[in-house]
T-cell receptor
Framework: QQPVQSPQAVILREGEDAVINCSSS?????VHWYRQKHGEAPVFLMI?????EQKGHEKISASFNEKKQQSSLYLTASQLSYSGTYFC??????????FGTGTRLQVFP | SQTIHQWPATLVQPVGSPLSLECTVE??????LYWYRQAAGRGLQLLFY??????ISSEVPQNLSASRPQDRQFILSSKKLLLSDSGFYLC?????????????FGDGTRLSIL
């Protein structure tokens, strides 16, 4: 029951916005978001708990729609440092975290 | 503050050789510990996780095994490596209660099987 992310890849110019979606086939307890730069370990961005909350981290924010079993990550006014692969991770019934398929984001000057 | 150490950073091993990767966490007690594998250009596959000393849950049947001999030590082993074992191995920790606690990753071990 690996969550599915879309799009698979995004190419942006600096200053442009992007949205990355994460969908699960099972009811969600929480959604995690991580960013992994090439050759490095994933780094935690934020967690959203059920309740439809939104969170922000610098110019990156996320929403969680519990009914639709979906989460979206919003990257506003993208910077070169935003490049990397973004993974969502879903938790069902407070069990283990299952990582999504990943979205590769490239930001060019 | 908490830190996680993982070594070695890179490893080249022949097919059929044994493997031992070690991970230690500092600055916290009774963490959840995880081993992930990532094939080139792919996602993160959970291999094992542990909620306490001697408690190991296996996610994928394979020729790998894990052990947790001490509270903050997690070891990934194999008796005979296969070509398909190549990949980027990541150790991670979190506080108990997975749902609302982030996972923190070590720097990873890049394993190449020849």
């Amino acid at each position: 029951q690996q969550p599915v992310q879309s799009p698979q890849a995004v190419i942006l110019r600096e200053g442009e916005d992007a949205v990355i979606n994460c969908s699960s086939s099972k009811a969600l307890y929480s959604v995690h978001w991580y960013r992994q730069k090439h050759g490095e370990a994933p780094v935690f961005l934020m967690i959203l708990l059920k309740g439809g909350e939104q969170k922000g981290h610098e110019k990156i924010s996320a929403s969680f729609n519990e009914k639709k079993q979906q989460s979206s990550l919003y990257l506003t006014a993208s910077q070169l440092s935003y490049s990397g692969t973004y993974f969502c991770g879903t938790v069902h019934n407070t069990d283990k975290l299952i990582f999504g398929t990943g979205t590769r984001l490239q930001v060019f000057p | 503050s908490q830190t996680i150490h993982q070594w070695p950073a890179t490893l080249v091993q022949p097919v059929g050789s044994p493997l031992s990767l070690e991970c230690t966490v500092e600055g916290t007690s009774n963490p959840n510990l995880y081993w992930y594998r990532q094939a080139a250009g792919r996602g993160l596959q959970l291999l094992f996780y542990s909620v306490g000393i001697g408690q190991i849950s296996s996610e994928v049947p394979q020729n790998l095994s894990a052990s947790r001999p001490q509270d903050r030590q997690f070891i990934l082993s194999s008796k005979k490596l296969l070509l398909s074992d190549s990949g980027f191995y990541l150790c991670a920790w979190s506080r108990q209660m997975v749902a609302d606690q982030p996972q923190h990753f070590g720097d990873g071990t890049r394993l190449s099987i020849l």
